[in-house]
């Protein structure tokens, strides 16, 4: 090369190194520069680039520069775009390492702070480039130049140079560490159609996430939705978290309170907690007793079924909410007002709740809507479908058995007559019954006793043939509930239904959670194949594993029934823009299924020893181990990057501690 290449050469290296450290300034703080002394390099194993922070500045900014990682920037000189940077190693040195001094002279000196005065060398991996010039963002597939200057990016730039999406539902702010910026992570709609797994321990964070997530959710929070197609939320709660969330939102003014306002501040701004909800109620025999009881104690009128069910509105409202409101929020409840409207399954129980705290008065509005079964509505194929607890066999024989034994004038109006019918064939050979079920039908004595086990837990639970006054109270319409339920959160309160069912009823929950699961989903269907447009659809299953065990967690044929029922509705409910969110703790003690088709993961501290399951870069593999609450780390296809980190808020929603009451 000539000594006028030469010279054009350094000209060109000079103007552009000059224009790096311009826009170094522009779009963050410079904190060091790419080494001059060990080589960038790309490779087809990667790229790599190091780098060395000032004494000075490595103290000042030691919780970005310091932590594996996280993220810095650098703005190439060669090409003037500033490239994203994920730390992979720090190292350290004493001032006497540094030196070359023996070891055996070093360990007879004193502390001196001196010898800390070295810099950090840092080794990166380079992510993603972005060009200010035309907005675009692409793979960082070049080798960083020497003396490229290092930054710590303003927190608009972060949005840029890691890939996040522009628009979405707010999961949280970006955290690098344990430090939140003011960067917020949002998920796109359409990627919650691929459904959501959170996973976490007790106390991690998980139920506070999907709370907030709701929110935001329903505040249309930094997304769109055409106008009359807004979200619909419903939750599967069996332990009253979700039911409780219509309340004040209470914090304790504890260390870090600065802090917490800070994330709730840049997450949420102003927005509001939702204040009113529709709740499904189941409705059980045993219900029915305690309602008797306490209606004599308030002196109503427990003659029609309204009367019941206005019985039943104070007397939830007044079970859910009253302990929490005195006990927790030290207010009082200043009035319920309770108004029955429409007929059969159709009937709700429109319910005004006002509360006062410090002479703050709130209003709360609730829809309930009693839930139960009649077996003349299900029996046949609906209730084959119905229970999961029934082998195969037991399913495709049941509608057969009904149909048969109601043709040679047996009375079925209720399911303890069907099951004393099918004990008579069971027990008395040589009987009518008999002779239809097992001479007739030729249906195996295993099968008929399966039907006869797995009916009976829905017997002996009370939910069947319920009677309120006059009234047997069925399935409500959850089509029309659907329908009219936009921008809307629908809790089904299952926690509420194990209180209210005898102790040896089995797992009846499992049965009206899935039940519901199931005609959301053949909701979706049906108009579907109308050329009807619905609104998105979330459903949140807090608590997975108790519906969807792993292999080996449950009844073996129940487990099989589920998972596949659970591939069929997630893997259809795509294109009909229904999205499931699992919450659990560990993946191990959920169905493998739900690990397939939760395509974003939320996973907030946990046991080290099942992290592996979920592959987790190796860089947040300890640090998810031992996270402080609150913080997650994201595993989503809609991020450029795979994975980042984030910290949500305390709860907008309520959330209370009831062991405190």
Aim: overall charge neutral; some cysteine.
């Amino acid at each position: 090369m000539s000594l006028e290449e030469l010279n054009k050469a350094y000209i060109e290296a000079k103007g552009k190194l000059e224009e790096a450290l311009r826009r170094a300034e522009v779009y963050g703080k410079i904190i060091g520069f790419v080494s001059r002394l060990a080589p960038s390099r790309i490779g087809s194993d990667g790229s790599l680039v190091q780098f060395e922070v000032d004494p000075l500045e490595y103290f000042r900014s030691h919780e970005e520069v310091s932590v594996a990682g996280s993220y810095l920037a650098t703005v190439d000189v060669k090409t003037g775009e500033i490239v994203s940077l994920r730390i992979k190693s720090v190292e350290r040195r004493d001032v006497m390492s540094e030196l070359g001094i023996p070891e055996a002279i070093a360990l007879q000196t004193q502390l001196d702070a001196s010898g800390l005065v070295t810099r950090a060398r840092v080794i990166a991996e380079p992510l993603l480039a972005w060009n200010p010039e035309n907005d675009e963002v692409k793979a960082a597939a070049y080798v960083i130049e020497p003396q490229s200057p290092i930054i710590k990016p303003n927190p608009e730039v972060f949005e840029k140079i890691l890939g996040l999406p522009k628009e979405g539902v707010v999961l949280g702010l970006l955290a690098i560490g344990e430090k939140p910026l003011k960067v917020k992570v949002k998920l796109p709609l359409h990627a919650l159609y691929q459904h959501m797994l959170v996973l976490g321990t007790t106390g991690a964070g998980k139920t506070t996430f999907i709370k907030n997530f709701i929110v935001a959710l329903l505040n249309k929070l930094n997304f769109s939705v055409e106008e009359g197609y807004e979200p619909t939320v419903v939750v599967l709660d069996s332990t009253k978290d979700y039911v409780h969330m219509v309340l004040e939102s209470f914090w304790k003014q504890e260390k870090g309170f600065e802090t917490e306002e800070f994330i709730a501040k840049e997450v949420f701004g102003d927005i509001k907690n939702v204040s009113k909800a529709t709740i499904v109620i189941p409705v059980t025999k045993q219900l029915c007793e305690k309602l008797r009881e306490y209606g004599k104690k308030v002196g109503a009128k427990m003659e029609t079924v309204d009367d019941y069910l206005k019985v039943l509105g104070k007397y939830y409202v007044e079970t859910s909410y009253l302990s929490i409101i005195e006990k927790i929020l030290n207010g009082n409840i200043e009035s319920i007002n309770v108004k029955v409207e429409g007929f059969g399954p159709l009937r709700r129980i429109n319910t005004e709740l006002l509360y006062s705290i410090l002479n703050v008065k709130r209003r709360i509005n609730l829809t309930l809507i009693p839930y139960a079964f009649s077996f003349r509505e299900v029996k046949g194929s609906e209730l084959a479908v119905l229970n999961p607890f029934l082998t195969s066999q037991a399913r495709d024989h049941l509608p057969r058995i009904i149909t048969a034994l109601e043709e040679h004038g047996f009375r079925l109006t209720t399911l303890s007559e069907f099951l004393e019918t099918l004990r008579e064939a069971l027990f008395r050979k040589g009987s009518e019954a008999y002779s239809i079920v097992f001479s007739r039908l030729g249906i195996h004595k295993g099968t008929v006793e399966n039907i006869i086990r797995s009916l009976g837990i829905l017997d002996d639970s009370g939910i069947f043939d319920v009677i309120l006054g006059n009234e047997i109270i069925g399935e409500p319409n959850l089509n029309i509930i659907l329908e009219n339920a936009k921008n809307e959160l629908i809790i089904v309160d299952l926690a509420f239904l194990k209180e209210n069912v005898p102790l040896v009823s089995g797992n009846i929950e499992n049965v009206v959670a899935l039940r519901v699961l199931y005609k959301v989903f053949m909701w979706k269907m049906i108009r579907y194949a109308e050329r009807a447009r619905t609104q998105p659809t979330i459903v949140v299953v807090d608590e997975a594993h108790r519906f969807f065990p792993a292999t080996g967690g449950g009844e073996g044929e129940y487990v099989v029934q589920v998972s596949n029922m659970l591939a069929t509705i997630a893997r259809l409910g795509r294109a009909r823009r229904l999205s499931i969110i699992f919450a659990t703790h560990s993946p191990k003690d959920v169905h493998e299924i739900v690990l397939q088709l939760a395509n974003t993961k939320i996973v907030f501290r946990m046991d080290p020893a099942v992290i592996d399951k979920l592959d987790i870069p190796s860089e947040h593999k300890h640090l998810i181990s031992r996270i402080r609450d609150r913080f997650a780390l994201v595993k989503t296809h809609a991020l450029r990057l795979g994975y980042v980190l984030i910290c949500t808020p305390l709860p907008v929603a309520g959330h209370f501690d009831l062991s405190v009451m």
